[in-house]
């Protein structure tokens, strides 16, 4: 045995973007976890952390819950946030993403969210600015703020992911929320099944490492955690079932359905729901649905991503 001392294990990098969950490792998913529940707990500790910093929310789509939490965030780190309103911006008349960007990277921002119809644009924007962009999702491919809320929201109520069930329900072909939801949840050790007819649930998706289910029994037999989706009307280009009465009788969640997944089975839905359609209105006001708690964990989840890469890491 040599005396040397042990060396230091090699750190890595800091991240300046959040463009996905994909590549984050179970610490890396935990650790922000850790740290959005700290600032729940104590939100005044770190009311200065990002003072003096410029965000901006770039929102080529329309948004509600996501654009407010993260100005809500950024303001509670003590940030100056603007928006900029894409409908009357200089894209109207034929501006790039890139050129777009790098305007605003000349302003002296720090950093930009990103909501984008085309997949891959926050790639196109992390190359032409200096400064750090967070994916607030990209075209039906990403959305990891959603999915990190998700599973902090799923933490609260369970415990925890590792060997827990969730199945995601309805319309996952055109689905960000779905795709980063999967790879969060496994990269914390749950077990995802996608329930939903072949045109919204297409066989392919096998290849995430998920189990498939055509039918509503057999999908949420078993299940901890019943995750709804919203019908994305607007990106059907074709219809992709006979009609909403149709889904809903074969799949709209309600509570005499939510009896067949296990007895203390939570009901979550990213919002914006279509009552009536994927999920009935007595059920979006039972105990056991967490949509308030999604979105008052989508703040605190914010601010630890901006806290991470714009700031100290040590909360
Ligand atoms: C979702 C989105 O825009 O991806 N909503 C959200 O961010 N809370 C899901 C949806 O639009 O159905």
């Known amino acids: 045995m040599s005396g040397a001392p042990p060396r230091d294990k090699p750190t890595a990098a800091p991240r300046r973007h959040l463009l996905g969950v994909e590549g984050m490792d179970r610490d890396a998913v935990s650790g922000l976890l850790d740290l959005a529940s700290r600032l729940r707990e104590n ?10 910093r410029t965000l901006v929310s770039l929102f080529y789509e329309k948004s509600t819950r996501t654009r407010l939490s993260f100005d809500l965030a950024a303001r509670r780190l003590g940030m100056d946030a603007a928006t900029l309103d894409v409908a009357t911006s200089s894209t109207g ?3 790039s993403l890139r050129e777009t960007v790098r305007t605003i990277g000349a302003m002296g921002v720090d950093c930009i969210v990103l909501r984008h119809a085309s997949a891959g644009a926050p790639e196109i924007a992390a190359a032409a600015f200096d400064g750090t962009v967070v994916n607030a999702g990209d075209g039906a491919r990403r959305h990891p703020t959603q999915a990190l809320l998700d599973c902090l929201t799923i933490r609260d109520h369970l415990g925890g992911l590792e060997g827990k069930r969730v199945a995601i329900i309805g319309d996952c072909l055109h689905s960000r929320v779905a795709r980063s939801n999967i790879c969060a949840m496994k990269t914390l050790g749950a077990t995802v099944s996608l329930v939903g007819p072949r045109s919204l649930v297409p066989d392919s998706f096998a290849t995430f490492g998920v189990e498939i289910h055509r039918g509503i029994e057999e999908g949420l037999a078993g299940a901890d955690v019943v995750y709804l989706l919203r019908i994305q009307l607007e990106r059907q280009n074709e219809r992709l079932f006979p009609s909403l ?7 709209g969640m309600d509570t005499r359905r939510l009896a067949l997944a296990k007895p203390d089975a939570v009901v979550m839905h990213p919002g914006p729901a279509n009552p009536g359609v994927e999920i009935d ?10 949509m308030s708690d999604q979105v008052r964990n989508g703040v605190f989840v914010r601010m630890a991503v901006l806290l991470s890469l714009l700031g100290e890491v040590d909360a």
Do not use: I, N, Q, W
């Open 43 to 52: 939100p005044e500790r770190r009311a200065d952390a990002l003072r003096g």
């Open 281 to 290: 209105h007595a059920l979006m006001e039972h105990e056991r649905c967490l």
């Open 245 to 251: 009465g149709e889904y809903r009788e074969r799949y």
């Open 93 to 95: 008349k034929g501006e």
